[in-house]
């Protein structure tokens, strides 16, 4: 039998109500489900039939994609937020999509990476992208790419960004590069605010390895949003497609088309 665990952060009111309201009519009609606030430290045990439904905006699908990951769960995203672009499940249909996931589910698999840091011996995980960037205000950060073993570029600039098709939409899209379909195997590098250099994304495919190495100054290490690290000049982050995909659950159509669409007029709005 599924699990349902509904995700949210403590301080969405909105999310919390609507978990418990829910909730009590899915348990009334026998389906049980249980609420974590994702600021909880403590993670359920857990594994792949537990369905994940993400109530807020992309930065907490993007937390539960991280957990559901770890868990081996499926994951589905509820949008309660502004422009949601990674949410294809309005609020108001949720009862009914959460009904249609467990009796007809069309799971898609979306690309993700590992992340391996100099002296960690466990790799990140990230769903958009990591970025590579300065470690102080005012100044450029500089950074030699390379795929596989071939040098690449080495950028002075704000940051150099490797993203997923997923995250195409978000920070990459904002800083130039391109917008990539979901189903593509594939990870962009994208240089940000790049100072005298090339300012075009690279887009590899999806079995390379790409490493960013910091050359003459550290650099933090962002990864969808959240600081997981730095390096010092010498040293590299590796950054690969992960062996384990994120499984999301799509309960409705989710043209990429359309959702630019959307995204882009409520962006000007």
């Known amino acids: 039998m599924t699990d349902l665990l509904f995700t949210a952060f403590s301080n969405r009111s909105d999310a919390v109500i609507l978990a418990d309201e829910v909730g009590r009519q899915l348990h009334a009609a026998g389906i049980a489900s249980s609420l974590l606030l994702l600021d909880d430290p ?150 940000i605010a790049p100072h005298f250099t090339i300012d075009r994304s690279i887009v590899v495919g999806g079995e390379k390895v790409i490493r960013l190495l910091a050359v003459t100054k550290s650099a933090e290490v962002v990864a969808d949003g959240r600081t997981i690290g730095s390096i010092d000049p010498g040293e590299s982050v590796r950054v690969s497609r992960s062996p384990t995909p994120v499984r999301v659950v799509e309960t409705r159509r989710f043209e990429l088309g359309f959702r630019l669409r959307e995204s882009l007029r409520e962006g000007h709005a």
Do not use: W
């Not at 594994?47 to 991280?66: C, H, M, Y």
């Not at 990539?180 to 590098?189: G, K, R, Y």
């Open 42 to 191: 403590d993670v359920p045990a857990s594994g792949e039939d537990t369905l994940v439904i993400s109530l807020g905006g992309d930065g907490t699908f993007l937390k539960s994609a991280r957990l559901a990951h770890e868990l081996g769960a499926r994951v589905m995203a509820v949008n309660l937020g502004r422009l949601g672009f990674l949410l294809n499940v309005p609020a108001a249909e949720l009862i009914h999509d959460i009904k249609r996931a467990l009796s007809d589910p069309r799971v898609v698999e979306r690309l993700a990476l590992q992340i391996d840091l100099p002296g960690q011996t466990e790799p990140e995980f990230a769903l958009n992208e990591v970025v590579v960037e300065r470690a102080h205000a005012g100044h450029m950060v500089r950074v030699c790419s390379y795929v596989d073993d071939d040098e690449y570029l080495t950028y002075s600039a704000d940051g150099v960004m490797v993203a997923t098709p997923t995250g195409s939409t978000g920070y990459n899209f904002s800083a130039g590069g391109p917008v990539i379909d979901t189903t593509l195997p594939v990870m962009v590098l994208t240089p």
